[in-house]
């Protein structure tokens, strides 16, 4: 599985920001498809991941973002709304096979105050 990554970019405090993660390869084996964030300095940590259908949050994001995933083009998207400066990170799209982790080359979403 190869996942490609983009939407990252500058924004001020209170605006917004729609990432995409296309998959591909051997995307049907695909079960578990989300997004994870590490700061300078600090551990890589979960934002959001979806499940067929059902979604899950970090509870500093929950209200703001919202994690959604289209099976037929395999790409899942995550919609950051009220962005705020401590959103700062470099997000990593994941997905999970039975077997297997996966994961993006990353991509730099910056929150300026």
């Known amino acids: 599985v190869q996942l490609q990554a983009s939407g990252g970019g500058l924004v001020q405090a209170g605006g917004s920001l729609r990432l995409s993660c296309a998959a591909s390869?051997?995307?049907?084996?695909?079960?578990?498809m989300g997004w994870y964030r590490q700061a300078p300095g600090k551990q890589r940590e979960l934002v959001a991941d979806i499940v067929r259908g059902d979604t899950n949050y970090a509870n500093s994001v929950k209200g703001r973002f919202t994690i959604s995933r289209d099976p037929a083009k395999d790409t899942v998207f995550l919609q950051m709304n009220s962005l705020k400066p401590e959103d700062t990170a470099v997000y990593y799209c994941n997905a999970c096979t039975r077997i297997d982790a996966y994961w993006g080359q990353g991509t730099l979403v910056t929150v300026s105050s």
């Open positions: 390869g051997s995307s049907l084996s695909i079960i578990v």
